[in-house]
């Protein structure tokens, strides 16, 4: 895709995170979190980005907003490299980039007022009276469904979905164009959780906004997102449009993964794909294809080369050595009722 539709890009990205051990605390390994990760996400889209827990998620939408560094790789935002930049240059940069974290209530400083914590982000970055932070404060709870009298509480005094809520408020509140949504509904009860979701869709169309929305809930994935991302240890094992992928999913991780979604209907009995073993430790990851240890379908070929994200269609890019047959060989020989 031309680079101008991108706002946000990273190419071979890595995060690496030492490991120490001994007597004298000396690198003894590393905790491959992400590695090598290729992606561009779209103006004005949602790119879902779903994996089992430890799949390195969180740690890639942090490393994109260099909340975490990298240990490799590029990062490319609004048509800029910000690899290298310094805290000055980084700060002018994140007006336009910011993030809700999972936690709502964490995430909220417990003895400050939500006028105080909604408007920390424009004393940080701009020189305005206390006038003009009222009004901007106001105006953007108005746009999460809060009021004034909102403004004068603290955290602790209200719901899980109102604290989250105030920490979309805050992530608004410098008009920024792109959004890193690190798991935002799940801990939230099922009810608050599909609010916020109407409310993220409502902002994303009022305020032109991108988002890069990270969930383990594989419907609350098929209802937000454009495209989606498929993550296992560490690195990309499918990608492609939401009605592609859910409708010809072809890496067998995937396949398992989405055959775990529950049918609406309870009288609908869904045939699952069970997996056996643990998801291996990042920190010794399996030679060639990662999921190798746990695929149903691994050859040898599978333990000794890692198999490149190939483009298999339009915009549909797999990772797997055997995509064009594994759906068969899974539904027919690896089914449990």
Do not use: W
């Amino acid at each position: 895709m031309p680079s101008e539709e991108l706002i946000a890009k990273v190419e071979n990205l890595e995060k690496y995170f030492p490991v120490r051990g001994g007597i004298l605390q000396r690198v003894i390994g590393y905790v491959k979190a992400v590695d090598g990760v290729n992606c561009g996400i779209r103006r004005n889209e949602i790119l879902g980005l779903v994996g089992e827990t430890g799949c390195g998620k969180t740690t890639l939408g942090r490393v994109i907003l260099r909340l975490i560094e990298p240990t490799a790789g590029k990062i490319y935002f609004d048509g800029s490299e910000i690899t290298s930049l310094g805290r000055k240059k980084m700060r002018k940069i994140r007006q336009g980039m910011q993030i809700v974290f999972q936690d709502p209530y964490s995430s909220l400083h417990p003895r400050k007022m939500i006028k105080e914590i909604v408007g920390e982000p424009l004393k940080i970055h701009f020189s305005l009276k206390d006038t003009e932070i009222k009004e901007r404060v106001l105006e953007t709870l108005h746009a999460v469904g809060l009021s004034e009298e909102h403004m004068y509480r603290y955290p602790h005094e209200f719901s899980g979905g109102q604290r989250q809520r105030i920490a979309i408020a805050r992530a608004l509140i410098l008009r920024p164009k792109f959004l890193v949504l690190d798991e935002p509904t799940s801990a939230l009860d099922v009810s608050v959780q599909a609010r916020v979701l109407k409310l993220l869709q409502d902002l994303r169309r009022q305020f032109s906004l991108t988002y890069l929305f990270i969930a383990h809930n594989i419907s609350v994935i098929e209802y937000m997102s454009d495209r989606v991302v498929v993550m296992y240890l560490g690195k990309i094992v499918e990608m492609a449009p939401r009605e592609e992928l859910f409708v010809n999913t072809l890496h067998p991780y995937t396949i398992s993964l989405f055959s775990a979604i529950l049918a609406p209907d309870p009288k609908v009995r869904k045939k699952k794909i069970l997996l056996k073993g643990e998801v291996p430790s990042p920190f010794n990851p399996p030679v060639g294809c990662r999921f190798n240890t746990r695929c149903p379908l691994a050859q040898s070929i599978c333990k000794e080369a890692e198999p490149e994200l190939s483009k298999i269609g339009e915009n549909h890019f797999v990772a797997c050595h055997y995509q064009e047959k594994s759906k068969a060989m899974m539904e027919e020989n690896h089914v449990s009722d």
